[in-house]
């Protein structure tokens, strides 16, 4: 029980995730109220667009103008993703993004085949061109991440030591180019997870490799999510990703109507009412939000701002 | 890790939950069509009515219909619900439901003013009068229940030896008309529970009451039902309440929209891929999840029926 970390850290990615998966088109401006009202909640770490071909992902056509349209908050990092250097130079471009790099391997070879066309030994040549890249441009890389680590939807369940030898791989990879590698991302990117596997996985990467910090980025697809951040907490994992409403879904996760990312401000609700901070104002957090489901204009998964918080009931009964 | 109890056994409560909370009107007919596809899951127990007065309750009008409409499938306990002795008839005459007799304190006296119009000293001498009917009737008294253990939204947080002591007002309750309790139910009647109260409550009752096996009822109005029920398995807790496709809700909570108990099949879902047994073939239980959808006309929260069960991904995959 006193396993509890006493505060953790979220990248929020819903307005990434979300913009990404509907169907839209959803204006601009309205992306760019979103990305508003988190910076206000609290949140430190904001992703807010990903650099990618527009024919593959319309939803992301205006990413350069939702970057530049934001209100930047100090003390809050503003992220992005890409796929290749033409995305990085935009990210970079923009100026206004925290860009640092990342080593990313997927533990299942028929979705990383579905998903980008490459084997496992492709995806680390691949790895090896990336991390040279963020060299050419002076990014640090700071970050490994292994997809795809509790089960895939293509390959079925992903073996414990498969997870290690990535873990692994990615940690040869850095030292080869002499970058440091600070957080290991664990995604269960198609939603295999249950708390007894998050136990398991976590607890075997945290055995071999006791110095890496663990982040954990789930799906709530089976409706798991909050149960595994939970097991996530009473492994001692401090880094989670989420998304405000439970924004998103994995559109090459061969699900239609897939749950997006477990819910932001459930999460935030859970630490809040087990002692841990977050930094994050939950009745800020719950605005964000309903706004959310305005702005993509159909209900959204997150429970807490339908049944409402704690705080503020216990404030009214005060 | 090794704490998760080896089996659980599920209450079904949808049908009751449903009914009452829905508004309906849903025919008699399809009422038993999800009560004999639930039959058919291997789920034990199932409730089935609620026999209440149809003028506060018109969702359960048609109670004895259902209870005399419905195949009974050997091995399966059919309950029902009842809030006095006429109701208590109702169920007795119908020859077809296990009637066994519960004791049932609540931890907040403004929710009890509220719901039945009693101070906690006046529903303390409700439950003579209770018991004497059970005598009366011959009908067996095995069951505690604590309602709104975990807080309440008319009263707030109920602090643990609230719930000690209301434990002990049952079991001397027991112990002066001869009768012994086997389970004690905690219900987390408004979803104030999170996994951290989960372990520090079922932990209290235990170590003061290490012989008496343990009960939770779990609402999902703040996305934590299945993360309190994983923090239940921790605690070893086997007996769990559940709702397919998550039907139903408290009517008395003060929540439009409110959540209804922990949904079945995705605690299911859970409890499979962890390895505790259920008995229960899930993929027969998202049937008649699905089927609970199409009976209330409008889409349930539980998820793994939208999301789908990771064994039929596995079968299709071999």
Same mark, same amino acid.
């Given at each position: 029980?006193?396993?509890?970390?006493?505060?953790?850290r $979220?990248? /929020?990615?819903?307005?990434?995730?979300?913009?990404?998966? +509907? @169907? !839209?088109? *959803?204006?601009t %401006?309205?992306?760019?109220?979103?990305?508003?009202?988190?910076?206000?909640?609290?949140?430190?770490?904001?992703?807010?667009?990903?650099?990618?071909?527009?024919?593959?992902?319309?939803?992301?056509?205006?990413?350069?103008?939702?970057?530049?349209?934001i209100?930047?908050?100090?003390?809050?990092?503003?992220?992005?993703?890409?796929?290749?250097?033409?995305?990085?130079?935009?990210a970079?471009?923009?100026?206004?993004?925290e860009?640092?790099?990342?080593?990313?391997?997927?533990?299942?070879?028929?979705?990383?085949?579905?998903?980008?066309?490459?084997?496992?030994a492709?995806?680390?040549?691949?790895?090896?061109? $990336?991390? /040279?890249?963020?060299?050419?441009?002076?990014?640090?890389? +700071? @970050? !490994?991440? *292994?997809?795809? %680590?509790?089960?895939?939807?293509?390959?079925?369940?992903?073996?414990i030591?498969?997870?290690?030898?990535?873990?692994?791989?990615?940690?040869?990879?850095?030292?080869?180019?002499?970058?440091?590698?600070?957080?290991?991302?664990?995604?269960?990117?198609?939603?295999?997870?249950?708390?007894?596997s998050?136990?398991?996985?976590?607890?075997?990467?945290?055995?071999?490799?006791?110095?890496?910090?663990?982040?954990?980025h789930?799906?709530?697809?089976?409706?798991?999510?909050?149960?595994?951040?939970?097991?996530?907490?009473?492994?001692?994992?401090?880094?989670?990703?989420?998304?405000?409403?439970?924004?998103?879904?994995?559109?090459?996760?061969?699900?239609?109507?897939?749950?997006?990312n477990?819910?932001?401000?459930?999460?935030?609700?859970?630490?809040?009412?087990?002692?841990?901070?977050?930094?994050?104002?939950?009745?800020?957090?719950?605005?964000a939000?309903?706004?959310?489901?305005?702005?993509?204009?159909?209900?959204?998964?997150?429970?807490?701002?339908?049944?409402?918080?704690?705080?503020?009931?216990?404030?009214?009964?005060?």
């Amino acid at each position: 029980m006193s396993d509890l970390p006493k505060s953790i850290r $979220i990248n /929020e990615e819903g307005p990434r995730e979300g913009f990404q998966f +509907e @169907r !839209g088109p *959803i204006p601009t %401006a309205r992306k760019i109220d979103l990305v508003d009202a988190l910076s206000r909640t609290g949140l430190d770490h904001i992703q807010v667009a990903s650099f990618v071909n527009p024919k593959n992902v319309p939803g992301m056509a205006d990413a350069d103008d939702v970057v530049q349209g934001i209100t930047l908050h100090p003390g809050v990092h503003y992220t992005g993703l890409w796929l290749n250097e033409k995305g990085l130079l935009r990210a970079l471009a923009s100026k206004r993004l925290e860009v640092t790099g990342s080593i990313s391997l997927t533990a299942s070879e028929k979705f990383l085949i579905r998903n980008q066309n490459r084997t496992l030994a492709e995806n680390i040549e691949a790895q090896h061109r $990336i991390i /040279e890249m963020y060299k050419d441009h002076e990014v640090p890389v +700071e @970050r !490994g991440s *292994i997809m795809a %680590a509790f089960g895939c939807n293509f390959e079925g369940d992903i073996p414990i030591p498969t997870v290690l030898r990535l873990v692994q791989t990615i940690l040869d990879l850095a030292a080869e180019h002499g970058v440091g590698i600070k957080v290991m991302n664990l995604a269960d990117t198609m939603a295999w997870a249950t708390p007894l596997s998050i136990r398991r996985v976590v607890g075997a990467v945290r055995e071999r490799y006791p110095d890496l910090e663990l982040a954990l980025h789930l799906h709530d697809t089976r409706g798991m999510g909050i149960a595994n951040a939970y097991a996530g907490l009473e492994m001692g994992v401090r880094i989670f990703d989420a998304a405000v409403a439970g924004l998103g879904g994995c559109p090459f996760a061969g699900h239609k109507g897939a749950a997006g990312n477990v819910c932001t401000e459930d999460l935030v609700f859970m630490c809040d009412e087990m002692g841990i901070e977050t930094g994050i104002d939950l009745e800020a957090l719950l605005e964000a939000a309903r706004l959310a489901e305005e702005v993509v204009g159909h209900p959204l998964p997150g429970s807490v701002m339908k049944g409402g918080s704690l705080k503020a009931l216990r404030a009214k009964l005060a």
